[in-house]
């Protein structure tokens, strides 16, 4: 049963310190996808990937957060320093772009930060 | 900009109850796919059903079907014989042909025994 794994699956941290989120797609899957949603915005996309390359990360703020796909089993999440209004729950997803177009979630990284 | 937009923040059916979830979108784009995903407690996104623009035929899965209209930029998910299990928060999502998807806010639906 294939599945996206995401660690840790949460995280609590204080203010100014560096989180950092990992994400390991479906194998076979090119397409990894980072979200965040939160009560007051829902859903958002934050960066995406495909073929490890970075295709949009315009839902990110660049000060802050960085997204990186070192190898393809592993897509990385990383916030410095972090702040409380960081604090949502981070979703990544994979998909295998051919055509089939159905996205993947991994379980989600709860995020708190004091 | 593309925008998905669903009316009702929170429902509340009956089990067995038939219950439909309204959902609007905006576009430019042709050729795209829309989706229901249901999000139960446990948090994991859960995709229940799909649907691309270029087939007019209504996609359905099981108790799960949609009334896709192009034209009118509507697509709503009915869920006929509703279970307890069917308590979740369903979003209504658009993909656009890069491959991203935009997200409803989301409807809170609770099956009541």
């Known amino acids: 049963d294939a599945r996206v794994t995401q660690t840790p699956r949460h995280k609590v941290t204080e203010m100014g310190q560096e989180v950092t989120m990992r994400c390991q797609p479906i194998?076979?899957?090119?397409?990894v996808f980072w979200y965040r949603q939160t009560m007051m915005q829902g859903l958002e996309l934050l960066a995406y990937?495909?073929?490890?390359?970075?295709?949009?990360d315009s839902g990110m703020p660049k000060d802050r957060f960085s997204a990186e796909m070192p190898d393809a089993t592993l897509a990385t999440l990383k916030i410095q320093p972090s702040e409380p209004r960081d604090s949502a729950v981070y979703f990544c997803?994979?998909?295998?772009?051919?055509?089939?177009?159905?996205?993947?979630f991994g379980p989600g990284t709860r995020l708190t930060v004091l | 900009a593309q925008t998905v937009t669903q009316s009702q923040p929170e429902m509340s059916v009956q089990e067995a109850e038939t219950v439909t979830l309204s959902c609007t979108y905006d576009?430019?784009?042709?050729?795209?796919?829309l989706f229901w995903y249901k999000q139960p407690p446990s948090r994991q996104m859960i995709l229940v059903i799909r649907?691309?623009?270029?087939?007019?035929q209504n996609a359905t899965e099981n108790r799960f079907s949609v009334n896709f209209q192009k034209a009118a930029k509507s697509f709503s998910l009915k869920i006929s014989d509703s279970q307890l299990g069917d308590t979740a928060m369903y979003f209504c999502?658009?993909?656009?042909?890069?491959?991203?998807?935009?997200f409803g806010k989301g409807t809170r639906l609770h099956i009541l025994p």
């Open positions: 990937f495909r073929n490890r390359a970075p295709l949009d």
């Open positions: 649907q691309e623009a270029y087939k007019q």
């Open positions: 576009t430019s784009e042709s050729n795209y796919y």
């Open positions: 999502a658009f993909m656009n042909r890069d491959d991203k998807i935009i």
């Open positions: 997803a994979s998909d295998r772009r051919a055509g089939y177009n159905e996205q993947f």
């Open positions: 194998l076979g899957h090119n397409t």
